[in-house]
């Protein structure tokens, strides 16, 4: 099973496995497999109730690069790709385009003193919006990209640019200088520091953090770089008390690698933590009551960052990119990009939501439980609980229907199982938690697995030796996959008959020695039935047998037929009841043996029949005839002969 937050299992025979949920960090990276709305998810601590998210409006345009709200409670938004400006009215819910150029973005609005201003790529202009919609050239910078605009000392802006790296300062009656010139090509990000003296400035392909210090004049005094980071891009900047937060991502072309990477600085550039982030590109930074938020593609994320660099995951939107954010009156508003929409986040907990846990793998099919959670519900908040399960490890069409889970889980026996907690709050103020979840389940015993079943048999080496082997060794191998102790039966059968015969009973080794000579000769199988019984209780025991192939028993050795002497020649036969015959030597007067084969050159039968020639001398002489059969058995005979 894919691992989900911090799963533990703890596993007794005959009592419930637990499979433990309680989140941390390694969620993040299993988000694709979680459902959640309206829900915060932490690294650590409990799950809890989201900040409510409403949707706004939605926009036929792919991307929003700017948002920016008037004191009228419109919301100015730039998009692209081409580089249209809308009015949205909250009140009325209602979008008017207010300017449409003919292709680029619009990466960058700034409101100042009832006059909104807006720059447009890849023109490098920046336009003014007049009450009555009508709009002009502002300044024309030159430049290609217009990447941000805040307001400056007095009644000027700041403009960002590239590809040149220039800051230029406007003036209110379109006069315009370079401030400063960075050595990267683009100067991506602003933020005030100390507003009106110290200007932070971010930068790309370095991905370097400039602390510019502006003298009363409206020069810059002195420029150092507060940061460098081994990223491309510094996209945002963001200062919260006397810390500063920069985010910096990494080269889309593969320059440089790493993911996306949060910083907290100190005013002199130390860096008290960092963070780095999962997603692949961080699109804005915020300060949004007590948290830092970061907003990311590509598949639509907010985080959450408390003081100490501790993330937890604050929303998933439909959209995957989350491009652009703008603070107004504690509420604060975002642009999503493919599609294009415009969200609004309000202080407060959102009043439902829920959470869908990863799939949980039971290993194999599993009878399921009690669901218990540990929940800090105040008054006025609840959490309730449903479950499904299935046999595939994706949840599909085939999977159970979400059922209520109270005192018990009440989804069928299955191999995969899944929760989901309902959260409800009736105040913003309060939400209720979530810190963990047991749900204990019982798999269904498996049955043991028997992979091997043998029975040793004489070398033929030591048959032909005529070293008979009555004690056979029974081996067999034998495991079980739910870890069960197992016990074990052996069983023989004379072939063609219908009953067992019990050779041992509650046998604990994998070995057995059977001694033959208690045995009648002939053809056997042998059956060994393994059982999970010591571990399992009645009804829950499983056992499985293995039958051997036929084996021969025969512990009686052949026959050696009268020997016949004629002329210099023995004539004689040999036959066994039950093996056939494997060698046979012929000695005179107490010589060496000597080996004989059969008439028909072949050791293949019960009975062969044997000549050979012999040298006997005057007087008495004695012929010996020594015969083994396939067992090992041993048979002699001798004749007395006088010449």
Not at 180 to 209: Q, R
Not at 582 to 597: D, K, L, T
């Amino acid at each position: 099973m894919k691992t989900v937050g911090l799963m533990v299992l703890f596993f007794t025979q005959l009592m419930a496995a637990v499979w433990t949920f309680m989140p941390d960090e390694s969620l993040f990276s299993q988000i694709d497999e979680i459902e959640l709305k309206n829900i915060y998810l932490p690294a650590e601590g409990e799950i809890r109730l989201g900040s409510a998210v409403e949707r706004l409006t939605q926009l036929e345009d792919a991307v929003i690069w700017g948002i920016a709200p008037d004191r009228s409670g419109n919301l100015y938004i730039g998009t692209g790709n081409q580089s249209r400006l809308y009015r949205f009215n909250l009140q009325r819910r209602q979008l008017l385009p207010v300017f449409s150029g003919a292709e680029g973005q619009i990466f960058a609005i700034l409101i100042q003193n009832n006059q909104l201003y807006f720059g447009t790529s890849p023109q490098g202009v920046v336009w003014r919006l007049f009450p009555d919609g009508k709009s002009d050239t502002f300044v024309n910078t030159g430049e290609v990209y217009i990447h941000s605009l805040i307001s400056g000392p007095g009644r000027s802006i700041l403009c960002a640019t590239g590809p040149n790296g220039r800051l230029d300062q406007l003036e209110p009656d379109g006069r315009m200088k370079v401030l400063f010139t960075a050595p990267s090509a683009h100067i991506t990000a602003l933020c005030w520091l100390k507003p009106g003296e110290e200007l932070l400035a971010g930068t790309a392909p370095a991905g370097t953090l400039y602390r510019l210090q502006l003298a009363p004049d409206g020069g810059v005094k002195s420029a150092t770089v507060l940061y460098d980071t081994p990223l491309d891009e510094v996209r945002a900047i963001a200062v919260r008390g006397g810390r500063i937060y920069l985010a910096a991502n990494p080269d889309i072309e593969g320059q440089s690698s790493g993911p996306p990477v949060v910083y907290a600085l100190s005013s002199d550039g130390f860096v008290h933590w960092q963070w780095q982030c999962p997603e692949s590109t961080v699109f804005s930074l915020v300060s949004f009551g007590d948290r830092l938020l970061v907003f990311t593609g590509n598949r639509g994320l907010i985080y959450a960052l408390d003081t100490l660099g501790r993330a937890g995951v604050l929303a998933r939107m439909e959209e995957p990119q989350l491009l652009v954010t703008a603070v107004r009156d504690r509420e604060l508003y975002f642009g999503t990009g493919n599609p294009a929409a415009v969200y609004r986040l309000v202080p407060g907990y959102a009043d439902s939501g829920y959470f869908t846990s990863p799939v949980f793998d039971c290993q194999t099919v599993a009878r399921f439980g009690r669901l218990e959670p540990k929940l800090r519900t105040p008054a006025g908040t609840e959490v309730s609980f449903e479950t499904r399960s299935g046999n595939s490890e994706k949840p599909d069409s085939l999977w159970s229907s979400w059922m209520p889970a109270r005192e018990r889980i009440v989804s069928p026996p299955a191999r995969f199982i899944q929760w989901r907690a309902k959260f409800a709050t009736s105040y913003r103020e309060v939400t209720p938690e979530l810190e963990r979840v047991d749900l204990y389940y019982q798999p269904v015993n498996r049955a043991p697995v028997i992979s091997r079943l043998d029975i040793s048999t004489p070398a033929e080496i030591e048959v032909r030796r005529g070293n008979c082997q009555s004690k056979r060794q029974i081996t067999f191998e034998a495991s079980d996959p739910d870890g069960d102790s197992l016990i074990y039966q052996l069983l023989l059968r004379p072939e063609g008959e219908p009953d067992w015969l019990v050779l041992k009973k509650e046998l604990t080794e994998n070995r057995y020695e059977l001694d033959t000579r208690t045995l009648p000769d002939g053809w056997y199988r042998l059956k060994v039935v393994v059982s999970d019984a010591p571990e399992r209780g009645t009804g829950e025991a499983q056992t499985v047998e293995k039958e051997s192939p036929p084996f021969l028993i025969d512990n009686t050795p052949p026959v050696i037929s009268e020997i016949r002497i004629s002329g210099n020649r023995a004539f004689w036969s040999v036959v066994d009841a039950t093996s056939p015959l494997a060698a046979c030597r012929i000695a005179v007067n107490s010589g060496s043996w000597v080996p004989v084969v059969p008439e028909d050159t072949i050791f293949d039968g019960l009975s062969e029949r044997f000549t050979s020639a012999v040298e006997l001398k005057r007087g008495l002489n004695t012929v010996a005839v020594w015969a083994v059969d396939g067992q090992g058995n041993v048979s002699v005979r001798q004749l007395r002969v006088s010449r």
